[in-house]
């Protein structure tokens, strides 16, 4: 079956541009994650979507950064006036959520550089 | 506050022999515990998992090791392959923090041929 997937695969953006990236959880998975992989470091986590609930926000790094996940599957993750320091791979993941334990299944990730 | 951590960022293993990665983890409320292996440009993939109720999870070359009481555990492949060379990360979670998981900075494993 299909599996997460994000695009762009990779974007290439100016500082201080806005950028969007995209994620598509696997069909029936009512849990998204959003995680970013700096060079060198570990997975960063982000947002935390479960259902109909309020996300779980507290690992976004500044107000610049926010999301969204519409009708509870897509979700966006926005950048404003994005920084050099925001470079990383930025991985979403789903889970089927709602059980303990559960398991996440990540997308290839989008490779963001900001020049 | 890193609370899951792996101390090893690269191993170097003959291909046929035992490779060990470790983690160490600083909550004590975790009570699920996974692997994931990453290949470069692909996300991490599932690998393997052990919950706080057992000490031990096998899955054909694939062993998970738990010690609770040393807030450690360690992932066991043997015997390494060629194409297990990877970026192998440790994450944990608690009930009470939802589905929140902590990962680990990685373990790159080179196996050699």
């Known amino acids: 079956g299909a599996g997460v997937s994000q695009s762009p695969s990779n974007k290439v953006t100016e500082k201080g541009k806005d950028v969007e990236l995209r994620c598509d959880p696997i069909s029936g998975h009512t849990a998204l994650y959003w995680y ?47 920084q050099q320091e925001d470079s990383a791979v930025y991985l979403c993941a789903s889970s089927l959520g709602g059980t303990n334990p559960d398991t996440q299944y990540f997308g290839p990730g989008t490779r963001l550089t900001v020049l | 506050d890193q609370q899951v951590k792996q101390n090893s960022p690269s191993l170097s293993v003959q291909e046929g022999r035992i490779s060990i990665l470790n983690c160490d983890y600083t909550n004590s409320m975790f009570d699920y515990f996974l692997w994931y292996k990453k290949y470069p440009a692909e996300g991490p993939t599932f690998l393997i998992s052990i919950s706080s109720i057992k000490d031990k999870n096998e899955d054909g070359r694939f062993t998970v090791f738990l010690n609770k009481s040393a807030k450690h555990l360690s992932l066991h492949i043997v015997p390494s392959q060629p194409g297990d060379s990877a970026v192998y990360f440790c994450a944990a979670s608690a009930a009470n923090t939802g589905n929140q998981f902590y990962f680990g900075t990685g373990t790159s494993l080179t196996v050699i041929p």
């Open chain 1, 36 to 82: 970013r992989q700096s060079l060198g470091q570990g997975l960063e986590f982000l947002i935390y979507f479960q259902g109909n609930s309020a996300p779980d926000k507290s690992g976004l790094p500044s107000d610049r950064f926010s999301a969204e996940r519409t009708g509870g599957s897509v979700s966006t993750l926005t950048i404003q006036r994005t």
